[in-house]
């Protein structure tokens, strides 16, 4: 019994020993804690720094997608804009078309035309018409085999027989290498004021009367000038129009090849 009661005894006094040491050791494991609990809470706010990082990083990956996909949704808008433009010409009779797509743009100081997609393998020849759905572009000057060079109304070397749509007064349109052509040969009594619409008058056989041109522009001692229907500095697109006829580009100077099977040759009856 006696050693029972002693062994309580020492238990009792053991724990009160190691409470004594604990409350003498508090102080000591407070001050050894606190810079412990510190370092977690800076650890967990740098992994949640990373976190941020990573999420952001993906957020950025996922806008550059979306950014991406959104500029070729505007190129393709702006495509089908322009294919749909093309529809707004509809040449007449026998005449042939296709469309063409811009693939080089020679606007320097001393040439103002364009290279297209489409040669003689597809039916193009010298002398054909290019135009949008607003107006006449131009004129093919050269064909190769899978492109052809459209000079434009605004090229030096361009010179087209015009007349004002509401009198009927010819003139020839020749390009300088500006935005905007001047009328050349217009009789001395002509009335002509800004906003006149000119039209082509089909002499020489280059192009048939009535096709669109552009409006007058200005009136200013004696010089007049043209603004195109067709925005010619953002061509995209083209029709090139066969109205079968020969004009002043004779047809030996570049045989008019005859269409290959399968050639985007379109009957003017048939949908764009």
């Not at 002693?6 to 606190?34: N, S, Y």
């Not at 004696?222 to 002043?248: H, K, M, Q």
Request: aromatic share 4%; no cysteine.
């Amino acid at each position: 019994m006696m050693f029972i009661v002693l062994g309580k005894a020492d238990l009792l006094l053991f724990d009160r020993l190691r409470i004594v040491v604990a409350d003498a050791a508090e102080p000591v494991l407070q001050a050894v804690a606190q810079p412990l609990a510190t370092m977690a809470a800076g650890v967990r706010q740098v992994e949640g720094l990373f976190d941020l990082y990573r999420e952001n990083q993906k957020l950025r990956e996922e806008n550059a997608r979306l950014l991406q996909w959104q500029e070729v949704a505007r190129r393709l808008e702006s495509e089908n804009a322009d294919l749909r433009s093309l529809t707004k010409f509809t040449p007449e009779g026998s005449a042939h078309y296709l469309s063409a797509q811009v693939i080089a743009n020679s606007g320097g100081a001393f040439a103002r035309n364009v290279l297209v997609s489409a040669g003689t393998r597809d039916g193009v020849a010298r002398g054909q018409a290019a135009v949008t759905g607003d107006g006449l572009v131009g004129r093919v000057a050269e064909v190769g085999e899978r492109s052809a060079r459209i000079l434009l109304l605004t090229d030096l070397n361009s010179h087209i027989p015009v007349q004002l749509a509401a009198s009927g007064e010819r003139a020839v349109m020749a390009g300088d290498n500006s935005g905007e052509p001047r009328l050349l040969y217009l009789p001395l009594n002509a009335a002509v004021k800004s906003g006149d619409r000119i039209v082509t008058a089909g002499a020489g056989g280059v192009f048939p009367p009535g096709l669109p041109v552009g409006v007058v522009a200005s009136v200013e001692g004696g010089l007049v000038r043209v603004e195109p229907f067709a925005e010619l500095s953002r061509l995209d697109y083209v029709r090139i129009v066969d109205f079968g006829l020969g004009g002043v580009l004779p047809q030996s100077a570049m045989p008019l090849p005859k269409p290959r099977r399968g050639a985007r040759v379109l009957d003017p009856d048939a949908s764009p």
